[in-house]
């Protein structure tokens, strides 16, 4: 048997990396689009359910008492489709960008604020320790919707569109003169 020059060895050892890349793309790839499915039913079903008690809150009148159940469920749903917008980009860039992670947090953060101002008259009626806490969390989550909001301002600012492929080196593409 002939043995192999070291040129063929590196060729042979390059092949065999690029078929087990290649399966691990294959395996992302399919994990991306069992979570994306699964996004989106949620979703869906999420949109049915807050429909469903809108219409039951606008017939009853009882819609004003409901609205910020509501307001927190439609911010899921938001949330959800901001992860589904995640997974597709990732999905189809095999790239990771930070803005979409981004707007999840901010309107995680958001989401929890209304919440939160919402019950203020509950936090009073418990006493001085709930308020206390209450408030300590609203200016935490004042404070983070500043720094997400002042990212992502920082990252549209960015002259060219950098991501971070998988491999963790920064791709830029070439800025036109």
Known sequence: MRRLTPEERRREAQGWRESIVQAFIR????VYAGLGTLLAAIALVLLVAVAVAFA???VAYTLPDHAVELL????????IVELLYTVQVSF???????EPFLIVGLIAAIRRLLVLTAEFARFLEKGG?????????????TVMIVALVGSLVSLRRRPSHAVAD????????????
């Open 92 to 98: 189809r860039e095999h790239a990771l960008v930070p």
């Open 56 to 58: 039951r809150g606008l």
């Open 166 to 177: 998988r491999a963790g080196a920064i791709e830029a593409p070439e800025a036109s003169v």
């Open 129 to 141: 320790g709930a308020f206390q806490g209450a408030m300590l969390e609203l200016g935490l989550l």
């Open 27 to 30: 395996v992302e790839d399919a």
């Open 72 to 79: 927190d469920r439609i911010l899921l749903i938001l949330m």
